[in-house]
């Protein structure tokens, strides 16, 4: 059983920093890209960032230059720094990972979602 677990969003104003993190727990043996999207309401989910496990990033262009993300191969976690935000950020954000478990299956993964909302 592989979880993921998210925590950090929250209410802030625009031009203000928040950041997302997400851990992931189980039987994992490893864990390939991991990366973050959101869903605003009455729109598609869509990609915010993702990172490879050799540390290559991409970014929608959206949120370049604003946010970073990273990880922690050691603790199985990914992080999503987001400053400069602004009221079109607000969304819900979800965690994904592709993970390789201990059994040899591989899957892909979605963490339950953080509110994130940004007030002018």
């Known amino acids: 059983q592989v979880q993921l677990v998210e925590s950090g969003g929250g209410l802030v104003q625009a031009g203000g920093s928040l950041r997302l993190s997400c851990a992931a727990s189980?039987?994992?043996?490893?864990?390939?890209?991991m990366g973050w999207y959101r869903q605003a309401p009455g729109k598609q989910r869509e990609l915010v960032a993702r990172?490879?496990?050799?540390?290559?990033?991409t970014y929608a262009d959206s949120v370049k230059g604003r946010f970073t993300i990273s990880r922690d191969n050691a603790k199985n976690t990914v992080y999503l720094q987001m400053n400069s935000l602004k009221p079109e950020d607000t969304a819900v954000y979800y965690c994904?990972?592709?993970?390789?478990?201990?059994?040899?299956?591989?899957?892909?993964?979605w963490g339950q979602g953080t509110q994130v909302t940004v007030s002018s």
């Open positions: 990172i490879t496990s050799g540390g290559s990033t």
């Open positions: 994904n990972a592709d993970i390789s478990t201990m059994s040899g299956a591989r899957s892909g993964y």
């Open positions: 189980g039987r994992i043996f490893s864990i390939n890209v």
